[in-house]
């Protein structure tokens, strides 16, 4: 039997931009039904390293040019909601470093003269040195320079946990979601055996986006998937380390991130240029040694012996866009009453929320009467990755 169910917004998709658009407009006072097949966050959400960038890795190749783009406000907006003073109130996610790194492993890079130069870095960027230097950098043998950026690292697992408290009653576990029609206009979906009539209705399932669409009879906005072989590793000779180290190119070489296990321990979780393309090719015995080979090589001093390693391939999901700049901000179209977008990056999840909203105003939406929804199927909160990686 159809159990009917109505509400302002239907959100499909439960990682970060879904949950935070949820919790926004829970408290601008709309109701809301955020629908996840799986558990929350376990999309690419808690796969990532956590950064809320405010831009620098992309003025190291000029991409950020001024301080407009989105993400330049971000770390600030984020610092502002983890001291229950933002948009929405995260006291309680923890903050595993109030600074993220950039570290020069030889002398100044070509680069980062013009990263020094450019407008969007100044009075954001300073040099560290001895104690100030990260944890992990802090030894008699490290050569190379470090910079300090304005931005943060975030334990994603207890982000989504905050959210999904933010979520009260809001949230529905289902399998299949399908369009409803009332005279050829999207009025709402099915999901499972939830009829739910909502005035607009939001995809944003990450990669799930694709086969929504589909199901939504859409070809357009096309998705494009970049497939990453991220490293973990565990060990007792492990500190702390927010960081990405410069190569040669316009791509950080490693960025590092460092989360704490269950067990106490840290697990180093390794990205930036290791993972892409040819990290991509490589088997995980592969990518694993091409790893203990760069840490050997910039950080001698770690002593690998009982350190565990793992990888992880997953993809990040986009809009398709031409060219290989990356988009600085997060994409929203419409379609109807159907909205569908990306963020992008966690970072731009507040900028996600903002543009949805901007539409929904635009479009003179505004809260109906206060429902309660009767005891739904609700989706769990994903496992930290690195809690299961190393079995
Ligand atoms: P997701 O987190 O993928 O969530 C989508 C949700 O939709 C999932 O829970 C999924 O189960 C659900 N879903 C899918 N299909 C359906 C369906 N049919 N019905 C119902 N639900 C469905 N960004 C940063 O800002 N900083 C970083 O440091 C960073 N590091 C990253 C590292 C890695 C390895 C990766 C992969 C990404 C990283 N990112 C980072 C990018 C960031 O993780 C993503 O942009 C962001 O998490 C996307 O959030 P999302 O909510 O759109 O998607």
Not at 172 to 186: E, K, S
Not at 219 to 241: C, I, N
Not at 296 to 309: D, S, Y
């Amino acid at each position: 039997m159809s159990l009917t169910l109505n509400t302002d917004i239907a959100i499909i998709g439960g990682g970060i931009a879904g949950l935070w658009l949820n919790a926004q407009l829970r408290q601008q006072g709309f109701n809301t039904l955020l629908i996840e097949h799986n558990t929350l966050g376990g999309g690419q959400s808690v796969k990532s390293q956590g950064i809320i960038h405010g831009g620098a890795k992309y003025a190291l190749h000029g991409a950020l040019t001024g301080s407009s783009e989105a993400i330049a406000d971000m770390p600030e907006r984020w610092r502002k909601a983890l001291q229950g003073e933002g948009e929405l109130d995260l006291r309680g996610v923890r903050l595993l470093s109030d600074a993220h790194y950039l570290w020069s492993p030889g002398s100044i890079a070509g680069n980062l003269t013009s990263f020094f130069a450019s407008k969007a870095m100044r009075g954001r960027v300073d040099q560290v040195k001895g104690q100030q230097l990260p944890a992990a950098l802090q030894h008699k043998d490290f050569k190379g320079r470090v910079y300090r950026l304005a931005e943060l690292v975030l334990d994603v697992p207890s982000l989504v946990q905050r959210l999904a408290d933010l979520a009260g009653d809001s949230l529905l576990q289902a399998q299949t979601i399908t369009p409803r029609y009332a005279n050829q206009q999207l009025v709402g979906v099915q999901a499972d055996n939830y009829s739910i009539n909502a005035q607009r209705v939001v995809l944003c399932a990450g990669s799930g986006n694709q086969d929504l669409l589909q199901a939504f009879a859409l070809s357009k906005p096309e998705q494009q998937l970049r497939p990453l072989h991220m490293v973990m590793a565990k060990g007792p000779a492990l500190l702390p380390l927010y960081a990405h180290c410069l190569g040669g190119g316009s791509k950080p070489r490693i960025t590092v991130t460092t989360h704490p296990a269950a067990d106490g321990r840290w697990v180093w979780y390794l990205g930036g240029n290791l993972a892409e393309a040819d990290g991509v090719a490589r088997s995980e015995p592969q990518q694993i040694a091409a790893a203990q080979a760069e840490v050997a090589q910039l950080l001698p001093w770690v002593n690998q012996e009982a350190t565990q390693w793992a990888t992880l391939r997953v993809d990040r999901a986009e809009p398709v866009q031409s060219g290989l700049v990356r988009p600085d901000n997060a994409f929203v179209t419409e379609q109807g009453s159907l909205l569908v977008g990306w963020p992008t990056k966690l970072a731009l999840a507040p900028d996600f929320s903002d543009r949805i909203c901007k539409l929904l105003a635009r479009d003179g939406i505004q809260p109906s009467s206060k429902q309660s929804y009767p005891d739904l199927p609700r989706p769990r909160v994903a496992q930290p990755i690195w809690e299961n990686a190393f079995n």
